[in-house]
């Protein structure tokens, strides 16, 4: 069984940063192998892609709200992927989620469809 524990998350103020991490562990998954991704969802509203990181760690994409912002790293030798939030606002608030890709999908990794394994995620809070 894969499991997946983010941490990280607090309470902020508008402009201030964070870093969030998960680690992944459990057999039947060589962490290094695959893609990871970040996800959101704030109350009421659909998860939502953040950011994704190839599986060496070449690679990184985000999306549009948080381009500029932050950052998706990795480091295969921890199974650790982390999320560095800067500048962060009051429209980051959500509980976040880190991701494994599944080995074999159709789906766009942007898409919430195309990861199998999820963690129980964070909460990011940011007063204005």
Same mark, same amino acid.
């Given at each position: 069984?894969?499991?997946?524990?983010?941490?990280?998350?607090?309470?902020?103020?508008?402009?201030?940063?964070?870093?969030?991490?998960?680690?992944?562990?459990?057999?039947?998954?060589?962490?290094?192998?695959?893609?990871?991704?970040?996800?959101?969802?704030?109350?009421?509203?659909?998860?939502?892609?953040?950011?994704?990181?190839?599986?060496?760690?070449?690679?990184? /994409? =985000?999306?549009? %709200?948080?381009?500029?912002?932050? !950052?998706? &790293?990795?480091?295969?030798?921890?199974?650790?992927? #982390?999320?560095?939030?800067?500048?962060?606002?009051?429209?980051?608030?959500?509980? /976040? =989620?880190?991701? %494994?890709?599944?080995?074999?999908? !159709?789906? &766009?990794?942007?898409?919430?469809?195309?990861?199998? #394994?999820?963690?129980?995620?964070?909460?990011?809070?940011?007063?204005?």
């Amino acid at each position: 069984q894969v499991q997946l524990v983010e941490s990280g998350g607090g309470l902020v103020q508008a402009g201030d940063s964070l870093r969030l991490s998960c680690a992944v562990s459990g057999r039947g998954r060589t962490f290094s192998n695959y893609r990871m991704g970040w996800f959101r969802q704030a109350p009421g509203k659909e998860r939502e892609f953040v950011a994704a990181i190839s599986w060496t760690g070449s690679i990184t /994409y =985000y999306a549009d %709200s948080v381009k500029g912002r932050f !950052t998706i &790293s990795r480091d295969n030798a921890k199974n650790t992927v #982390y999320l560095q939030m800067n500048s962060l606002e009051p429209e980051d608030t959500a509980v /976040y =989620y880190c991701a %494994s890709q599944a080995a074999t999908t !159709t789906q &766009s990794f942007r898409h919430r469809g195309a990861y199998d #394994y999820w963690g129980q995620g964070t909460q990011v809070t940011v007063s204005s």
